[in-house]
Each structure stands twice: as C-alpha cells, then as structure tokens.
C-alpha cells in the first residue's frame, strides 16, 4: 500500500513514462532480491513478488479508468 501512495493512479495515468520507470525498478528489485533470498526457487518467486507489489497500483487504475468510461458514456 505504501507504493499507492507513493505514486498516485491519477498522476501514473497521465505520467505513463513514470509507471514504466517504476514498474522497471520494481521488477529490479524483485528479480535480485527472489535471487539472493530465494536462490533456488528465484524464478517462482520473482514473479510472484513483483505480481504482489503492482497489483494494488493496477486495480486502482483500471478502477479509475472504469469511471472514466462511464463518465463519457453518460
């Protein structure tokens, strides 16, 4: 949750170039830390945790793009 807060869905959703920064690092990091943590299972884990970080961000803006739509469509 503290990645929700740190970037915003509003801004990400009018800032693409940040998410692609932000998605980059965190699979980054995921990759290195499922290594050094989990070296025998680093290719199950890292999906898995870069998957556990960008979910929130992800419902937050298909939620929003959701209203978006609806709000056009009225």
Same mark, same amino acid.
Request: aromatic fraction near 12%; proline fraction near 5%; charged fraction near 20%.
């Given at each position: 949750?503290?990645?929700?807060? %740190?970037?915003? @869905? ?11 920064i932000?998605s980059?690092? +965190?699979?980054f990091?995921?990759?290195?830390s ?5 070296q025998?299972? @680093?290719?199950? +884990? @890292?999906?898995? %945790?870069?998957?556990?970080?960008m &979910?929130?961000? +992800?419902f937050r +803006? ?6 978006m739509v609806?709000?056009? &469509?009225?």
């Amino acid at each position: 949750m503290v990645l929700e807060s %740190l970037f915003p @869905a509003k801004e990400i959703i009018s800032k693409p170039r940040e998410m692609l920064i932000m998605s980059f690092v +965190i699979s980054f990091v995921s990759v290195f830390s499922a290594y050094f943590i989990f070296q025998t299972e @680093a290719g199950i +884990i @890292a999906p898995l %945790l870069i998957t556990a970080t960008m &979910t929130p961000v +992800i419902f937050r +803006i298909f939620t929003i793009e959701e209203e978006m739509v609806r709000e056009e &469509t009225e």
